[in-house]
């Protein structure tokens, strides 16, 4: 039964009585719940697994990817969300906020981005809460949904611009979520899913992931989205900075070069993450984050992330609540379609879609040969669904102001840990429910706190380039033209549209040089005919005269 299959030994007398009494409730426990309804719905014993087995992996995979949780939200706030020029306050020399008041300190912008941040933390928690529990319920696979890293960073850099600065409004580049959302849906559920994926050549397939890795972790370095240690300088375009002083505006070196307090203190969560990581330790993302972010909820200190500023007190009376559950505000339903003929939308609706038919496709196929659910054909036992309900909670992401949702590889924690069905999703949902209430703490991670964990994806994410053959110069090249146009033209778009165009352009030649082929051989039979046909009329005409 399923208390047999999680039972453990008692380590030949080392176990205390209570040990020995909790072990034995939880074989109980795990016996009660494989004979029930739910233990029979989620297959435990099919699949040989038990409930407590199901919890202990559920808990693992939220810890590897419970730092979405204010990651993302501050991705998308720097974008602004739904604040505007009408938001800014008004100098007090002045009759109206100039345009420059959203790129400038600002106490009126800075309060509404504070309360958007609030909000899309909100939002990221419900897509997540909803997607995970999705997942076990229907497709009874024990993988964990969140916001996707790299759509968000596409549609808060690219799409928005930091602080509305870009070609389209925040609630235009929701439409195109939820549109995306929609014909994803309309292609999971044709099954045509997987033949798109294939469509797209394999070396950009593959760059792509490595290109949208360093395009996270460059965002990771910068001043205002990151650790500060790059920045703008007007002769090179960037250069290290990690300034004691910066302009607020720009985020360029105004003095003190390296000397920043925070870029530290951003160095040693990292080197905390890194540590963690190389010792396979669950959790390790949330470790370098939770260490940074607690010494800079010290006041009155250089890295305090509330400093005595009207916004920082109103920031640090919030914070102090603890709990308190927040209401979004502002950017649940914010969709809006207007200017939606412009080629942006059209060129973003393309992006969004390539990327999410690429990395989840291929997330869902990595997580499931890993858990061992693919079968000789390769499929496996709730693919279907599974695609169904990977691109559902995106177009609800959409409607709570988030971008696209997807399956989290941090899911292969949980399946160390011995998950093997939709339990495992379940209690990620629910543990994504539970921080709905912490939402004072989670709105006060300073971005000093984030970029480490930005630029330690950007490092995961490059693991594919192992598999590119740069040996083969048709690959190579297109490969490491896609990888290298997304962070240095701040653009995913651009560098997927460069690569495919490269990789087509030196397709021409093979194609060319068949076309030749074919053509000489074509010369060759008509000429070979024209000779056979003149022979044939030559002997005819002797046969008459004879």
Same mark, same amino acid.
């Given at each position: 039964?399923?208390?047999?299959?999680?039972?453990?030994?008692?380590? @030949?007398?080392?176990?205390?009585?209570?040990?020995?009494?909790?072990?034995?409730?939880?074989?109980?426990?795990? =016996?009660?719940?494989?004979?029930?309804?739910?233990?029979?719905?989620?297959?435990?014993?099919?699949?040989?697994?038990?409930?407590?087995?199901?919890l202990r992996a559920g808990l693992a995979t939220f810890l590897t990817m419970a730092y979405i949780i204010t990651v993302n939200a501050t991705?998308?706030?720097?974008?602004?969300?739904?604040?505007?020029?009408?938001?800014?306050?008004?100098?007090?020399?002045?009759?109206?906020?100039?345009?420059?008041?959203?790129?400038?300190? @600002?106490?009126?912008?800075?309060?509404?981005?504070?309360?958007?941040?609030? =909000?899309?933390?909100?939002?990221?928690?419900?897509?997540?809460?909803?997607?995970?529990?999705?997942?076990?319920?229907?497709?009874?696979?024990?993988?964990?949904?969140?916001?996707?890293?790299?759509?968000?960073?596409?549609?808060?850099?690219?799409?928005?611009?930091?602080?509305?600065?870009?070609?389209?409004?925040?609630?235009?580049?929701?439409?195109?979520?939820?549109?995306?959302?929609?014909?994803?849906?309309?292609?999971?559920?044709?099954g045509l899913r997987e033949k798109l994926a294939k469509l797209f050549p394999r070396p950009v397939r593959l760059a792509c992931a490595a290109g949208i890795g360093l395009f996270i972790a460059f965002v990771g370095l910068q001043i205002h989205q990151g650790v500060g240690?790059?920045?703008?300088?007007?002769?090179?375009?960037?250069?290290?900075?990690?300034?004691?002083?910066?302009?607020?505006?720009?985020?360029?070196?105004?003095?003190?070069?390296?000397?920043?307090?925070?870029?530290?203190?951003?160095?040693?969560?990292?080197?905390?993450?890194?540590?963690?990581?190389?010792?396979?330790?669950?959790?390790?993302?949330?470790?370098?984050?939770?260490?940074?972010?607690?010494?800079?909820?010290?006041? =009155?200190?250089?890295?305090?992330?509330?400093?005595?500023?009207?916004?920082?007190?109103?920031?640090?009376?919030?914070?102090?609540?603890?709990?308190?559950?927040?209401?979004?505000?502002?950017?649940?339903?914010?969709?809006?379609?207007?200017?939606?003929?412009?080629?942006?939308?059209?060129?973003?609706?393309?992006?969004?879609?390539?990327?999410?038919?690429?990395?989840?496709?291929?997330?869902?196929?990595?997580?499931?040969?890993?858990?061992?659910?693919?079968?000789?054909?390769?499929?496996?036992?709730?693919?279907?669904?599974?695609?169904?309900?990977?691109?559902?909670?995106?177009?609800?992401?959409?409607?709570?102001?988030?971008?696209?949702?997807?399956?989290?590889?941090?899911?292969?924690?949980?399946?160390?840990?011995?998950?093997?069905?939709?339990?495992?999703?379940?209690?990620?949902?629910?543990?994504?429910?539970?921080?709905?209430?912490?939402?004072?703490?989670?709105?006060?991670?300073?971005?000093?706190?984030?970029?480490?964990?930005?630029?330690?994806?950007?490092?995961?994410?490059?693991?594919?380039?192992?598999?590119?053959?740069?040996?083969?110069?048709?690959?190579?090249?297109?490969?490491?033209?896609?990888?290298?146009?997304?962070?240095?033209?701040?653009?995913?778009?651009?560098?997927?549209?460069?690569?495919?165009?490269?990789?087509?352009?030196?397709?021409?030649? =093979?194609?060319?040089?068949?076309?030749?082929?074919?053509?000489?051989?074509?010369?060759?039979?008509?000429?070979?005919?024209?000779?056979?046909?003149?022979?044939?009329?030559?002997?005819?005409?002797?046969?008459?005269?004879?």
């Open positions: 039964m399923g208390g047999e299959l999680c039972s453990a030994g008692m380590g @030949n007398g080392l176990l205390t009585r209570i040990g020995k009494t909790w072990s034995k409730a939880e074989k109980s426990l795990n =016996d009660a719940v494989a004979r029930s309804r739910v233990g029979k719905y989620f297959k435990l014993e099919a699949r040989k697994s038990c409930f407590t087995k199901e991705i998308i706030a720097d974008s602004g969300g739904t604040c505007s020029i009408s938001d800014c306050s008004v100098p007090a020399n002045q009759t109206a906020a100039g345009p420059d008041c959203m790129l400038k300190p @600002n106490p009126g912008y800075e309060a509404c981005l504070a309360n958007t941040k609030s =909000d899309l933390i909100v939002g990221t928690v419900l897509s997540s809460m909803i997607g995970s529990i999705a997942m076990g319920v229907l497709a009874n696979l024990p993988l964990g949904l969140a916001p996707g890293m790299g759509s968000n960073a596409y549609l808060a850099y690219n799409l928005v611009g930091f602080h509305g600065s870009g070609p389209i409004k925040y609630q235009t580049a929701l439409a195109v979520v939820l549109v995306e959302g929609c014909a994803f849906l309309a292609i999971s559920a044709l240690l790059v920045g703008p300088d007007p002769s090179t375009l960037v250069t290290s900075t990690a300034c004691a002083n910066t302009n607020p505006s720009t985020g360029e070196c105004l003095g003190g070069k390296m000397r920043s307090p925070k870029f530290w203190l951003a160095s040693a969560g990292f080197l905390i993450t890194s540590y963690g990581l190389m010792k396979n330790i669950k959790g390790s993302m949330i470790y370098g984050i939770v260490f940074v972010t607690l010494i800079s909820w010290f006041r =009155d200190t250089s890295v305090t992330v509330f400093p005595n500023t009207p916004t920082g007190d109103t920031n640090y009376l919030y914070f102090k609540k603890v709990v308190d559950f927040h209401t979004i505000k502002s950017t649940a339903g914010a969709i809006s379609f207007t200017n939606f003929n412009k080629s942006e939308v059209w060129v973003a609706l393309a992006t969004l879609l390539y990327v999410d038919v690429l990395a989840t496709t291929g997330t869902l196929f990595t997580m499931a040969e890993m858990g061992g659910f693919v079968n000789d054909k390769g499929g496996f036992e709730g693919e279907y669904l599974a695609y169904l309900v990977d691109a559902g909670s995106t177009v609800v992401g959409s409607a709570l102001g988030m971008s696209p949702i997807a399956t989290y590889v941090e899911s292969s924690a949980g399946l160390r840990e011995g998950g093997r069905t939709g339990l495992t999703a379940v209690t990620i949902g629910l543990c994504f429910f539970v921080s709905l209430f912490f939402i004072p703490l989670l709105s006060s991670v300073p971005p000093w706190a984030i970029g480490p964990s930005l630029i330690m994806v950007g490092v995961m994410m490059m693991k594919v380039v192992k598999d590119i053959n740069w040996g083969d110069m048709k690959e190579a090249v297109p490969a490491f033209i896609t990888m290298l146009l997304m962070p240095l033209t701040y653009s995913i778009a651009n560098g997927i549209i460069g690569g495919i165009g490269l990789y087509i352009a030196l397709g021409l030649y =093979d194609h060319l040089v068949v076309l030749l082929k074919w053509l000489v051989e074509m010369r060759r039979r008509v000429a070979q005919e024209h000779n056979q046909v003149s022979a044939t009329a030559a002997v005819e005409l002797t046969n008459e005269i004879i």
